[in-house]
């Protein structure tokens, strides 16, 4: 399975609109955000810059944060 394009941490956040500090600290206790699972990181070095995601992942991962947020308003 060949992986598409790689994003950091920086730009996964945004995606899930929280802050950098927020994913890794969910990515590291929980590895769960608003109840959906983070996708892991790419093999390589890890520390909060440098982790990688693949883009594919990235964005379901976001779109399901967005669902599970806007669930969660309307409760």
């Known amino acids: 399975m060949k992986l598409s394009f790689c994003i ?42 440098t982790r990688s995601f693949d883009y594919k992942e990235a964005l379901d991962f976001a779109e399901e944060v967005k669902i599970a947020r806007d669930s969660k308003r309307q409760v």
Not at 25 to 45: C, D, H, Q, S, W
């Open 8 to 49: 950091r941490t920086n730009i996964l956040a945004k995606m899930a609109d929280v802050t950098e500090a927020e994913l890794v600290y969910a990515l590291m206790t929980t590895g769960e955000l608003f109840g959906v699972k983070i996708p892991a990181p790419l093999p390589g070095r890890h520390n909060a810059r």
